[in-house]
């Protein structure tokens, strides 16, 4: 099994994080919890065209890409099965201002639809929630300070 390589937006609004709700069966436990929208960077892709198609693909918006953040790699276990994932994260913002009101979004991948919405970045940082990919939390630290 090869590592997959992913690319991840993160996208605030004032004090809080956009992104997608999941539950089941993850490397802390089980139950609720979130990542920031993106997805596996294709084979002759570029990690920031893998965030723009993404965030339009599976939220129907257009965003900017504000600048590059950081390189995260994980090993992780759940159950008997190891990942290893390394993710590219991007600051991003909304191309249109306007989509920063919505409260929640449907997240649509294939046939699968999640949702998306704002969360304090404190339930992060303060371990209230839980957010992958591992090693986040201290990226959130650092932007809040900003």
Known sequence: MFP??????????????????????????????????GGTIEFGEYSRQTIVREYFEELSVEIK?????????????????????????????????????????????GNISSEAHWVEIDDFITNRKVIYPNGIEDLLLKLKSI
């Open 4 to 37: 997959r390589t992913k690319a991840l937006g993160v996208l605030i609004r004032g004090r809080q994080i956009l992104v997608e709700r999941f539950e089941g069966a993850h490397s802390k436990g089980a139950g609720v919890y979130f990542r920031p929208i």
């Open 65 to 109: 890409i504000i600048r590059y953040l950081e390189c995260l790699e994980n090993i992780y276990r759940i159950g008997d099965a190891i990942g290893h994932e390394i993710t590219q994260l991007y600051l991003v913002e909304f191309a249109n201002r306007d989509e920063y009101s919505n409260d929640r979004f449907v997240v649509t991948d």
